[in-house]
């Protein structure tokens, strides 16, 4: 069974490939699983999905909501409190999947059978860092799914967009406006025949609807002074605010808080303040979008009136003050949801897994990757752009792009200290600099099978010649091969935070 699965900060979604159509999978709860996992705090044992969400109010146990976000900024060993626990954040993700398969088989409509292979095409956050792409293709995979192709959200709306629409269209550009739960992502694509190709790409990492949730609860507590609270009683009124932002409707005048959670009366609210809470998130979401449109960095500014629209998907986009500000900036007819809010890149990821359909993207880094290297005989720090940002990805299947740098070794021990960034100013990174973790490599023959961290390390004139060979795979992972070319001796590496 070949399956699109998105996998949000709120919801996880999953759509099959059914001879041409895209079905969105329906489970016991509703058309996602909710990204959530539920701990007892005193065995430690864990519930996902559904089964998190009906214990998320019990006493002892600790859920972790928006399980996507945990990502930002983790490493492989990385780890978070839950209660008096601490857990594996890797651990969580996979059982979080293998709750995720087994509903798919157990607790679904999908029809699938107990052995029966999962292929899958999975979404991440198009301004994702290479260690998050590295977790969650390790989490699927661990939790018994293959994954044929690792897609940016955006990129897989367009499909969907591109599936439903593209023989209307008349215009080649698209701008994706896809607001999620917790990321903010903007691609503008070029669609020639059944190829989409990304031109640029922007985002905000940590930019969602949790944000909003986040911003409504802020204003409710001020209003309704209600002084410090507790976890419990906190995440009963979030849970009001989130409801009562759903039922929001552009005609909506005042919004009724329930606030009986912690004894007091309900309040009253101008849907106009909780619109002005909010309009900062926006604002930062339209100012992600505005580079699109003038291209300073890939050259390739795009006229207005030459894209086909705004195409807006993601649980965020529901927002109505997200309508209003985006058809004021854009125009009314130039701003298009998705039918499919919460779906359109699990069925985008479903489109562009069809081996029928022929559907290509061309899919670029959204980020600069590189390592320091000593300048100047060590009288200065350069930056060596390994992959700049836009590089074209390799498509799903095909071998990795591969960069070599051969040098002369300058010391006894090779400390390379990688990191990535959304832009370089004057050739040295700048904007959103994420540094990864150190990799040392041993230029002298004497210290293989030694702790070279403890090595002192020194200059020498005569190293001997190093290659770094850096592949680049479709799902926008790195890893770097470093070779002592005179005997052969290397070692590899996967590249993440």
Same mark, same amino acid.
């Given at each position: 069974?070949?399956?699109?699965?998105d996998?949000?900060?709120?919801?996880t979604?999953?759509?099959?490939?059914?001879?041409?159509?895209y079905?969105v999978?329906?489970?016991?709860?509703?058309d996602?699983?909710?990204?959530?996992?539920a701990v007892?705090?005193?065995t430690?044992?864990r519930?996902?999905?559904?089964e998190a969400?009906?214990?998320?109010?019990?006493?002892?146990w600790?859920?972790?909501?928006?399980?996507?976000?945990l990502l930002?900024?983790?490493?492989?060993?990385s780890e978070?409190?839950?209660?008096?626990?601490?857990?594996?954040i890797g651990?969580?993700l996979?059982?979080?999947f293998?709750?995720l398969h087994?509903?798919?088989?157990?607790?679904?409509?999908?029809g699938?059978a107990?052995?029966?292979?999962?292929t899958?095409?999975?979404s991440?956050p198009?301004n994702?860092?290479?260690a998050?792409?590295?977790l969650?293709?390790?989490a699927?995979?661990?939790g018994?799914?293959?994954?044929e192709a690792l897609l940016?959200?955006p990129?897989?709306a367009?499909?969907e967009?591109?599936?439903r629409?593209?023989?209307?269209?008349?215009?080649?550009?698209l701008?994706?406006?896809d607001?999620?739960g917790g990321?903010?992502?903007a691609?503008l694509l070029?669609m020639t025949?059944?190829t989409?190709?990304v031109?640029?790409?922007?985002?905000v990492?940590r930019l969602g609807?949790d944000?909003f949730d986040?911003?409504?609860?802020a204003l409710?507590l001020?209003?309704?002074?209600?002084?410090?609270?507790?976890?419990a009683a906190?995440s009963?009124?979030?849970?009001?605010?989130?409801?009562?932002?759903e039922?929001l409707s552009?005609?909506?005048?005042r919004?009724?808080i329930?606030l009986?959670a912690?004894?007091k009366?309900?309040l009253?609210?101008?849907?106009?303040?909780?619109y002005a809470?909010?309009?900062? *998130?926006?604002? @930062?979401?339209l &100012?992600a979008?505005e580079?699109l449109?003038?291209? #300073?960095?890939?050259g !390739? =500014?795009?006229l207005w009136?030459e894209?086909?629209g705004?195409y807006?998907v993601?649980?965020?986009?529901?927002?109505?003050?997200?309508?209003?500000v *985006?058809?004021? @900036?854009?125009g &009314?007819?130039?701003v298009r949801r998705s039918?499919? #809010?919460f779906a359109a !890149? =699990?069925i985008g990821?479903?489109v562009?897994?069809?081996r029928?359909?022929g559907?290509?993207?061309?899919?670029?880094l959204?980020?600069?990757f590189?390592?320091?290297?000593?300048?100047?005989?060590?009288?200065d720090?350069v930056f060596d752009a390994?992959f700049?940002?836009?590089?074209t990805?390799?498509?799903?299947g095909a071998?990795?792009m591969?960069?070599?740098r051969?040098?002369r070794?300058?010391?006894n021990v090779?400390h390379?200290r990688?990191?990535?960034?959304t832009?370089?100013?004057?050739?040295r990174?700048?904007?959103d600099?994420?540094p990864?973790?150190d990799?040392?490599?041993?230029?002298?023959?004497?210290?293989r099978?030694?702790?070279v961290?403890?090595?002192p390390?020194?200059?020498?004139?005569?190293?001997?010649?190093?290659v770094?060979t850096?592949a680049?795979g479709?799902e926008?992972?790195?890893s770097?091969t470093v070779?002592d070319a005179?005997d052969?001796y290397?070692?590899?590496?996967?590249?993440?935070?």
């Amino acid at each position: 069974m070949r399956l699109g699965i998105d996998f949000g900060t709120t919801h996880t979604v999953v759509t099959l490939v059914d001879r041409g159509n895209y079905p969105v999978v329906s489970f016991e709860g509703g058309d996602f699983v909710p990204s959530l996992v539920a701990v007892e705090e005193r065995t430690g044992s864990r519930r996902h999905g559904w089964e998190a969400f009906a214990v998320r109010h019990e006493p002892g146990w600790t859920v972790v909501r928006s399980l996507k976000r945990l990502l930002d900024g983790a490493g492989p060993a990385s780890e978070v409190a839950i209660g008096p626990r601490r857990m594996s954040i890797g651990d969580l993700l996979a059982g979080f999947f293998s709750a995720l398969h087994r509903e798919l088989v157990e607790g679904s409509n999908a029809g699938i059978a107990a052995d029966e292979a999962l292929t899958a095409a999975v979404s991440v956050p198009a301004n994702a860092s290479t260690a998050q792409r590295f977790l969650t293709l390790e989490a699927f995979r661990a939790g018994g799914f293959a994954v044929e192709a690792l897609l940016n959200e955006p990129s897989a709306a367009a499909f969907e967009y591109a599936h439903r629409t593209r023989a209307e269209s008349k215009r080649e550009y698209l701008v994706v406006y896809d607001l999620g739960g917790g990321t903010f992502d903007a691609s503008l694509l070029r669609m020639t025949g059944k190829t989409n190709e990304v031109v640029a790409t922007n985002g905000v990492r940590r930019l969602g609807g949790d944000d909003f949730d986040e911003a409504i609860l802020a204003l409710v507590l001020d209003r309704a002074a209600a002084g410090p609270l507790g976890d419990a009683a906190r995440s009963l009124v979030l849970e009001e605010c989130v409801r009562q932002k759903e039922n929001l409707s552009p005609n909506t005048r005042r919004v009724l808080i329930d606030l009986a959670a912690i004894g007091k009366e309900p309040l009253v609210l101008p849907v106009e303040d909780i619109y002005a809470a909010c309009a900062p *998130l926006v604002r @930062r979401s339209l &100012e992600a979008v505005e580079p699109l449109l003038e291209g #300073p960095e890939q050259g !390739t =500014a795009v006229l207005w009136s030459e894209i086909a629209g705004l195409y807006v998907v993601g649980g965020g986009g529901l927002f109505p003050l997200v309508t209003r500000v *985006l058809k004021e @900036r854009f125009g &009314e007819k130039r701003v298009r949801r998705s039918p499919h #809010p919460f779906a359109a !890149t =699990a069925i985008g990821l479903a489109v562009f897994l069809d081996r029928e359909g022929g559907w290509v993207l061309e899919d670029k880094l959204s980020r600069h990757f590189g390592v320091f290297r000593e300048g100047d005989a060590g009288a200065d720090v350069v930056f060596d752009a390994i992959f700049p940002k836009g590089t074209t990805l390799p498509v799903p299947g095909a071998a990795p792009m591969t960069v070599v740098r051969r040098y002369r070794a300058a010391h006894n021990v090779g400390h390379f200290r990688f990191l990535e960034c959304t832009r370089l100013t004057n050739g040295r990174p700048d904007g959103d600099v994420t540094p990864w973790h150190d990799v040392w490599f041993p230029f002298e023959n004497a210290l293989r099978g030694y702790d070279v961290l403890r090595a002192p390390v020194v200059r020498r004139a005569d190293g001997p010649e190093i290659v770094e060979t850096y592949a680049l795979g479709s799902e926008g992972a790195v890893s770097v091969t470093v070779a002592d070319a005179s005997d052969g001796y290397a070692r590899t590496f996967t590249l993440r935070r």
